[in-house]
Nanobody, 122 residues
Framework: QVQLVESGGGLVQPGGSLRLSCAASGSIFSSGAMRWYRQAPGKERELLAAITRAGSTNYTDSGKGRFTISRDNAKNTVYLQMNSLKPEDTAVYYC????????????????WGAGTLVTVSS
């Protein structure tokens, strides 16, 4: 059984910062790319950033500039540092990861977390 659990969300004032974490646990053999998405009320889920196992990063227009993705391979954890937050950043933030399990090391699947709510409001 593999689980992704996001944490670090909450209420923050405009201009503030938050650091989200997403930890993968279970019988993990290897982790590949990891990503952060968000879904605002009434909107579709959108990709923000991705990071390879080697640490190469890519950002979409929504994630570029104020957000920084990073990871700790030893902990199977991906982070999203968010600065200068705006009310329009209010959303549920999700991570996903390409993981293989010990039971079948050659099969890589994409797993999702349940999300963490970020509310930016004064």
């Amino acid at each position: 059984q593999v689980q992704l659990v996001e944490s670090g969300g909450g209420l923050v004032q405009p201009g503030g910062s938050l650091r989200l974490s997403c930890a993968a646990s279970g019988s993990i053999f290897s982790s590949g790319a990891m990503r952060w998405y968000r879904q605002a009320p009434g909107k579709e889920r959108e990709l923000l950033a991705a990071i390879t196992r080697a640490g190469s990063t890519n950002y979409t227009d929504s994630g570029k500039g104020r957000f920084t993705i990073s990871r700790d391979n030893a902990k199977n954890t991906v982070y999203l540092q968010m600065n200068s937050l705006k009310p329009e950043d209010t959303a549920v933030y999700y991570c996903n990861a390409d993981l293989s399990r010990h039971i079948d090391p050659f099969l890589t699947m994409t797993y999702w977390g349940a999300g963490t709510l970020v509310t930016v409001s004064s």
